[in-house]
Each structure stands twice: as C-alpha cells, then as structure tokens.
C-alpha cells in the first residue's frame, strides 16, 4: 500500500503542478486556419453525440460481422478557449456496428467526472496533458481522466482507457458510461495503460507509469477480468511509456530520452524536456518473475508505438515506430492550425533485435514515415511476418495509406487514399479459423477531409494494392480516434 500512496502522490504533485492556460488566441488561431484548410477538421471540435447509417459502396464481405469499438478526443474547445495538445481532449467512443452488409454507426462522449462538471461550468476546469486550467482543485488521478485513448472489450464488457489513471467502463450496446472500473481494491485509482496485450489464454498484460516516480506498475489479467498478478519496480528516469510488446517470456518497454523538470510553469507535456544525449532504452521484464532482466540502450528517438514480440533463439525481436528527435511536440502543432505536423521529425518503423549475450540491440528499417503498427491477434506474442502500418506520403506524418510489410522480405502491399484524406488506425480481422496472417481482412476508418465524412474501410488482408473491397461512408464527420478493437459476432 505504501508504493501505490508513493506513486499516486507523484501523479498528483504533477497534474497540480501545471501552469500553462488554455486560451482564446489558440481558439482564434485554429478557426481562422481552418476555414483556408478543410484537412484541419481532423483537430476540430465535436459538440454532441452522432448515431447513423452508413452508404455502402462495393461489397462487405459476408463472413466480416460484429462490431469496431474506437475511441479518441473529441471535445477541444469549451467555453471560447482552446487546448494546446491534440491529447488533451475528452474521449468521444465509437462504436460501428457491421452485420447482414449494412453498417451502423454510434459516438458519445465519455462522461467521466471531468467532462459532466467542465460540461455543467461551462468552461475547462482542470488541467489536462498539455493545457492548464486551475479553476478547481485535482483531487488524484481520475479527477482529469479522459478516458480518450482505446476502447477494450473483454469478458463481455468495454472499457475507455487512457493511461494516466483507471479504466472507464461503457455498455457495450448504447456507450453510456457506467463508471470507473476499480480491478481491485488496493489498486484503486492506479494508472492502466490504454495499451493492454492479449496473452495466449484470453487474459491481459497491461502496465501503468507516473512521470516523475520512477515506477513501473504490471498487471496479469485473466480472461474474467480478473488481477491474478502484480508487481511495481523502479526504473531510473522514467517518464511518459505509452506503449509496450509481449513475447513468449518477455515484457518490453522502449523509453525515450525526455528528462523530467517539473515546474510552476509548464503542463504535463512541457515539464517532459527532449534529451538527444541520452539513448533510448529497452527495459526488459521476465514475465515468470516480473523481474527486471536487462536493459538495452539505443540511438536517441522518441516512440509512441511498437507492433509485436517473439523470441527467436536468444534473442527477442520486436517492431516499434521510431520517430527522429522531439515527436510529443510535433503532435501539439494542429491544435493551433499549423497545417503540417511538421518535416523535421521524420519516423520509421524498424524491427529491432534485443540479444541478451552481447547485451546489444540491432535495428532493421521495415518501412519510412508510419504510425499505428498492428499485428493479426492469433500471432500476438509469437512469431510473426505480416505487420500492418498507416504511411505517409511525404515526410510529414499525414497518414494517408495501409500497408502490409512482409518482415522477412521488406516487401509492401499497399494502398494510398490521395490528397485529401487522413487515415485512422487499421487493425487485421482474421476469417474464422484463418490458415495464415493474410488470411482475413483489414477494417479501419479514414477521414474524407473533402465532403467533411468519415468513412468505415475493408480490405482483403491478401490484396490491399487492389484497394477497399469496401466503403461505408457516413453522413457527417466523426471525431479522429486514435485506438480501438474489432470483436467478432
């Protein structure tokens, strides 16, 4: 109980500590670039809940039924004032809903305790990752939670997630949010990662960190939901980990190298300062003893995501998506209309070979400017040779293709939307007892910037180049997600 005390009172001493106001300029800033640049209203603001049918155009596979949980910011504006960062927004749950060839589709907004009182005030009243409101006091870690970032179904039940503090659970049907999901009593309020990984036996791994404390807390879920193991070890300058892997006998995180310099001035966000002279590092945890087992260092770059994790001899080899210099800032430059995220952080997705004899990592480049890497489910934490990523045309990370790399050859099956659209996460549905990785489909969301539409996609896993097999478009715009779960009917 004394370390769960330890690392929620970092976790407040840092959310209390924020002094960077949201405002008006960024409001005005933001309307004024949008109305030139309809490629912006992927960062505007969402006001209420969205339910509709979609239009179908070509033809749904018949075998593809159930439902696409996706979940993302939604709300940036209240009150005349305007975050700073695209990660600050309340989460808007998504729920498309494909059966009999038809496409439904339903948003709301998670109404966690932050959103209902900013929501009856009028106004922003607490801080958030990379803006400052100090209308009222953060009493811990829930008081802020978004619950903006991934959509877990598990056990019969959905969750909202966002990493700095407890799962939100919704009604799988209608999206109402029904409350904060305590896993156990002494673990109330502790942070767990919008991030978890299936294990082999239906359960879960997932993670939670505090900046600032040096604390790494694991989970191990059953497939009832239930906190079967714990544990919480300390790793030197650790700071925000949004993301990690699972092999056969490994738990794997990559830290960057931001330092932590907490102060009167700066959000969450601005007390993270990038350190170029420190190296990006591997921790590696024993799953058997969740023990720390080594730590490798690599060339310094910031990282959001990482694909999957085998073991291959004595060694592991895992994907990440490894972006080049400061990337947390980059993603706060829309939110005041700057078109592009910008050039000078350009990112790859590499496999990377952590060999624990020589105690040295390896990296292979697999593909340029990406984001968002996935896997098909059944190979999660085994060996695997397709991997999914969104690309970009240029250097800067405008999402607009899906690609299939083949690990072993480099080669790509791909497919780009063109000018004009931004491209969501996509995620492998594999057929019912599928053969092989391509053997299923590929579903994801893509934002037709032009007609101001979101647009549900399908492709074959074996013929992305061949383009969507289909494309439900909806009748308005849905908020950008960032994370979410197909589950099979």
Known sequence: ?????????????????????????????????????????????????????????????????????????????????RYHHWFDGDGFAQRWHIADGKVSHAGRFVATQKFVEESAAGQFLYPAFGT????????????????????????GRVYALWEGGSATELDPQTLATRGIKTWRED??????????KADSDG??????????????????????GEVTRTAMLTVPQLNMVHDFVVSGRHLIFLVSPYDWELGPDHSLAGSMHWNAGRPLRAVV?????????????????????????????????????????DALRKTALPMRGESRMTADHPSATVQITLDYASGQAREARLFGVSEFPRVMPQV??????????????????????????????????????????????????????????????????????????????VFDAHNIKAG??????????????FHGNFLAA
């Open 285 to 325: 945890i024993s799953k058997d003893t969740l023990a720390l087992r080594q730590v490798f260092e690599l060339p310094a770059r910031a990282v959001f995501h990482l694909g999957n994790a085998y073991e291959d001899g004595a060694c592991t080899r895992l994907d990440a998506v490894l972006h080049e210099g």
């Open 187 to 196: 673990l109330k309020a502790m942070p767990f990662s919008a991030h978890p």
């Open 468 to 481: 969507p097999m289909a494309l439900a478009r909806l009748p308005y715009r849905a908020p950008v997600c």
């Open 203 to 224: 359960g879960l791994w997932n993670f939670g960190t505090s900046p600032g404390a040096d604390r790494l807390m694991i989970y191990r879920l059953n497939a009832a």
């Open 380 to 457: 999660v934490s085994a060996r695997h040779r397709k991997l999914m990523v969104l690309g970009a045309s240029g250097r800067e990370l405008i999402l607009d293709s899906v690609n299939l790399i083949d690990t072993d050859s480099g080669k790509v099956d791909g497919y780009a939307f063109g000018p004009g659209w931004q491209v969501e996460e996509h995620v492998l549905v594999p057929r019912r007892g599928a053969r092989s990785e391509t053997d299923g489909y590929v579903v994801g969301v893509a934002q037709d910037t032009r007609r101001a539409q979101s647009v549900l996609t």
């Open 1 to 81: 109980m004394s370390n769960r005390r330890q690392f929620l009172s970092f976790a407040a001493l840092s959310l209390a500590s924020s002094s960077a106001l949201a405002d008006s300029l960024t409001y005005r800033s933001f309307h004024a670039a949008l109305a030139q640049n309809a490629q912006l209203s992927v960062y505007a603001d969402s006001s209420g809940d969205l339910s509709g049918q979609a239009t179908v155009l070509g033809q749904l596979p018949r075998d593809l039924n159930g439902v696409f949980f996706r979940n993302g910011p939604g709300r940036f504006e209240l009150g005349g004032e």
């Open 132 to 155: 400052f409101v100090d209308r009222k006091r953060v009493k811990g870690n829930d008081t802020v939670n978004v619950a903006n970032t991934n959509l877990l179904p598990l056990n």
